[in-house]
Structures are given as structure tokens and as C-alpha cells.
């Protein structure tokens, strides 16, 4: 299990956090994209196809957790995180090296470098990753003029079965899920800085990106589309969950 010997000082480091010059200077001269979306959605597949273009740098976030296997591939240092360890990335966050960092469940401490975002300027490419709603939030402060798209699927359905297509899983982890997506979809909903993109197909999803982060345009019929997609998907997810925690709620009172 991961645990923090710095957490207080991360913390105090984290409540007063300024970017350097340094990183101020890079993050006005790249070009960054960022993807948000519900568990299950598509977006590392979207993520991959646009990362095979070559026209796209995908971010590497720092970590302090420790590598672990997932479905019994290890994790490698460089592919999906940088492994490091606190007094690293307590130095770095002291120095304003980070986009954006957080502390997560007061056991790791997980963040974007401005060093990625240098490779991405330096090779004349756009810097792309997945974030989380938070995370997405504390960029767009930083930079308001990064593109920031939120990712949904076609249908509640339709998500369902790509979360169960994963393999068997507990039936808690299938609520977290459900919260956490509830969450998600709900603030991007109230938020003003967000392009919804619906996920139906691989290459049209890809296609619109694409298009979007050359010209700057999407289609505003498409995006009214999406973003009602998303209000329904919020609907049918809190539903969902109300309906679970009554039934539950009478089998514990029985």
C-alpha cells in the first residue's frame, strides 16, 4: 500500500502553489489538449490513435505511488508514469515545475511537469492526456485557452456494456464507478469551458478531434448532440443509483 512520509508538507507546498517563469513561458508557447471523461468511455483508445498521427505528444504524469501490474503487465517508468519519489516531486512542486498536481487520498501525490509540455513544444507537437475533472479545472486556470474536451458515450446502455466487457467486476467497484461518473458529468455540465465529443465510432471520434484541434471549429450541432447525450447519461446514471441505494437500504433493514 502507498503512504506519504511528506503529506503535510505536500500539502502546504500544494496550498500555495505558483508556476515558475520557466513554466509560465512554456505553457504560453505549446499547444495542449486535454481529455475528460466518464470510466469506460473510449478515451485512451481516441488517445492512441491520435498519438499514431505523430502530430501528438502523449503527457507522461509524475507519480509517487509505486508501479504496480495491471492485468499482469507491469507498469514501466516512462510509459504510464514517471516513478519518483517525494523529496523528487516535493522540490519540483517547491520550484512551480508541475501544470498541475494533487494529493490523492493522502497516499500519492500524482501531477503533470512542465517538462513533458517542453518535449511536446520542442518536437511542434500538441500535448495530449487524460485528466481528471479536477485536475482539468486547476489547467484551465492556469491556461484558459487549453482545448478541453469532455468524452461520452453513445448511450447509458451501450456504457454499461463497455464497463462489463472489461471482465466480471465487484459490484462495489461498479458504484464507485457510477458516483464517480455522476461527479464527473455534473460539473462538466455546469462548466463553461468544456466541448462535449460523443465516442460512436473510433475514426469519425478521432476525425472531429482532429479537425478541432487544427481549425478550432466543431460542429455546433454535434456539440448540442453530445452535450445532450451527456445530460441523459446523468439522468440515467443517478437513477441508476438512487434505485441501488433503496434496494439496498430495505435489504439492510430486513
Do not use: C
Not at 79 to 84: L, Q, S, T
Amino acid at each position: 500500500m502507498n503512504q506519504l512520509n511528506h503529506v503535510d508538507e505536500f500539502h502546504a507546498a500544494l496550498a500555495e502553489y505558483r508556476l515558475s517563469h520557466t513554466a509560465i513561458k512554456t505553457l504560453s508557447e505549446v499547444r495542449l489538449l486535454l481529455m475528460v471523461a466518464p470510466s469506460a468511455s473510449g478515451r485512451n483508445t481516441i488517445i492512441r490513435e491520435l498519438v499514431k498521427t505523430g502530430r501528438y505528444h502523449f503527457i507522461v504524469s509524475d507519480t509517487t505511488r509505486n508501479p504496480r501490474s495491471n492485468n499482469g503487465v507491469p507498469e514501466e517508468n516512462g510509459r504510464e508514469y514517471w516513478f519518483r519519489n517525494e523529496e523528487e516531486m516535493l522540490d519540483d512542486i517547491k520550484k512551480g515545475e508541475f501544470l498541475e498536481a494533487a494529493v490523492i487520498h493522502n497516499q500519492q501525490v500524482s501531477g503533470v511537469s512542465v517538462r513533458e509540455l517542453e518535449l511536446a513544444r520542442k518536437d511542434g507537437k500538441v500535448a495530449i492526456t487524460d485528466i481528471e475533472i479536477v485536475g482539468a479545472a486547476n489547467i484551465h486556470r492556469a491556461k484558459p485557452d487549453t482545448a478541453i474536451l469532455f468524452m461520452v458515450p453513445p448511450s447509458f446502455d451501450i456504457w454499461l456494456e463497455r464497463i462489463h466487457s472489461r471482465g466480471k467486476m465487484p459490484e462495489d467497484e461498479l458504484i464507485r464507478r457510477l458516483e464517480s461518473a455522476e461527479d464527473e458529468l455534473s460539473t462538466a455540465l455546469k462548466s463553461d469551458f468544456y466541448r462535449f465529443v460523443l465516442n460512436d465510432t473510433v475514426e469519425g471520434t478521432t476525425a472531429e478531434i482532429i479537425r478541432f484541434a487544427d481549425t478550432g471549429y466543431y460542429d455546433p450541432f454535434k456539440e448540442q448532440l453530445s452535450r445532450e447525450v451527456a445530460q441523459n447519461l446523468y439522468k440515467r446514471v443517478k437513477k441508476y443509483l438512487v434505485e441501488w441505494r433503496q434496494t439496498h437500504s430495505l435489504d439492510s433493514s430486513r
